[in-house]
Nanobody, 118 residues
Framework: QVDLVESGGGLVQTGGSLKLSCIAGGRTVVNIKRFAWYRQAPGKQRELVAG??????DYHDSVKGRFTISRNSALNTVYLQMDDLKPEDTAVYYC????????????WGQGTQVTVSS
């Protein structure tokens, strides 16, 4: 079992930056192979924003060059640095983790709201 707790969301103006953090805990946290950030805007499906493992880093096309995912394995923490934010980035952002390489999301955090004003 893995618990994920996000922080760092908030309200920012267009062009601004935010950094999201996600701390993983629980009995099987040492088995995590992949971390990811997803987002879900009102009326839209949840989408993969960025993912990281010791094999790869992946980004949604819409955030390439603006968002950076990073991981501190010693602290069981994953970050999402978001720069040059746009109103279309407004969504609830969810941290996810997986204990295998066939999925990005076995476990989910509770989500943190990111709002970008125009």
């Amino acid at each position: 079992q893995v618990d994920l707790v996000e922080s760092g969301g908030g309200l920012v103006q267009t062009g601004g930056s935010l950094k999201l953090s996600c701390i993983a805990g629980g009995r099987t946290v040492v088995n995590i192979k992949r971390f990811a950030w997803y987002r879900q805007a009102p009326g839209k499906q949840r989408e993969l924003v960025a993912g990281v493992s010791n094999r790869e880093t992946d980004y949604h096309d819409s955030v390439k060059g603006r968002f950076t995912i990073s991981r501190n394995s010693a602290l069981n923490t994953v970050y999402l640095q978001m720069d040059d934010l746009k109103p279309e980035d407004t969504a609830v952002y969810y941290c996810a983790a997986s204990e295998n390489f066939s999925s990005w999301s076995t476990y989910w955090g509770q989500g943190t709201q990111v709002t970008v004003s125009s």
